[in-house]
T-cell receptor, first 114, second 115 residues
Framework: DAGVIQSPRHEVTEMGQEVTLRCKPI?????LFWYRQTMMRGLELLIY????????DSGMPEDRFSAKMPNASFSTLKIQPSEPRDSAVYFC????????????FGEGSWLTVV | AQTVTQSQPEMSVQEAETVTLSCTYD???????LFWYKQPPSRQMILVIR??????QNATENRFSVNFQKAAKSFSLKISDSQLGDAAMYFC????????????FGGGTRLMVKP
């Protein structure tokens, strides 16, 4: 079975540009998470969806960040405008109901803003 | 709020030897899950082992086992017969039962395996 699929795997963009990261969760999973990993702050939860509805977005750093989940098989994380401090690895993860809180990660999107 | 602390930024072990990675956590919850994830250089986050807090028996997965001390809020990972492929960052994580599967991660321990 396919795991969580993220794209792009790597992106280099200039400050001020819009960045869109994409995620396809594992089929049948009803929860989706966006995490960010940096050297300074480690792994941080940005936002959590359940049944396509945002439940907790308290980790979204500021208004430049937005996330959507228009259907059960697709989510986006958008940064507009991007800044160098947004450089990080962004992970999408999904989880099925009754998984005992186990979540499954994608391979991550490595973003560099120059 | 929950916090997870990994006090060892870096550890090293000789191939075929045993190593233990430490993790402590702080919570007022009584029902929760604890996890160890491995992150090799590829950056993929791989689940190593999971422990339910209500279970007294320590979880085991092949060469990986945990020492779960609920009263002490301690959750260490033991890797037996270490292999070169075990070299990675290891993250301890906490999740409250029935509260949305959100994980809180520790800062990680980098494990080096010497041939």
């Amino acid at each position: 079975d396919a795991g969580v699929i993220q794209s792009p795997r790597h992106e280099v963009t200039e400050m001020g540009q819009e960045v869109t990261l994409r995620c396809k969760p594992i089929s049948g999973h009803n929860s989706l998470f966006w995490y960010r990993q940096t050297m300074m702050r480690g792994l941080e939860l940005l936002i959590y969806f359940n049944n396509n509805v945002p439940i907790d977005d308290s980790g979204m750093p500021e208004d430049r960040f937005s996330a959507k989940m228009p259907n059960a098989s697709f989510s986006t994380l958008k940064i507009q405008p991007s800044e160098p401090r947004d450089s990080a690895v962004y992970f999408c993860a999904s989880s099925p109901r009754g998984s005992g809180n186990t979540i499954y990660f994608g391979e991550g999107s490595w973003l560099t803003v120059v | 709020a929950q916090t997870v602390t990994q006090s060892q930024p870096e550890m090293s072990v000789q191939e075929a030897e045993t190593v233990t990675l430490s993790c402590t956590y702080d919570t007022s919850e009584s029902d929760y899950y604890l996890f160890w994830y491995k992150q090799p250089p590829s950056r993929q986050m791989i689940l190593v082992i999971r422990q339910e807090a209500y279970k007294q028996q320590n979880a085991t997965e092949n060469r990986f086992s945990v020492n779960f001390q609920k009263a002490a809020k301690s959750f260490s990972l033991k890797i037996s017969d270490s292999q070169l492929g075990d070299a990675a960052m290891y993250f301890c994580a906490f999740s409250v039962y029935n509260a949305g599967n959100m994980l809180t991660f520790g800062g990680g321990t980098r494990l080096m395996v010497k041939p």
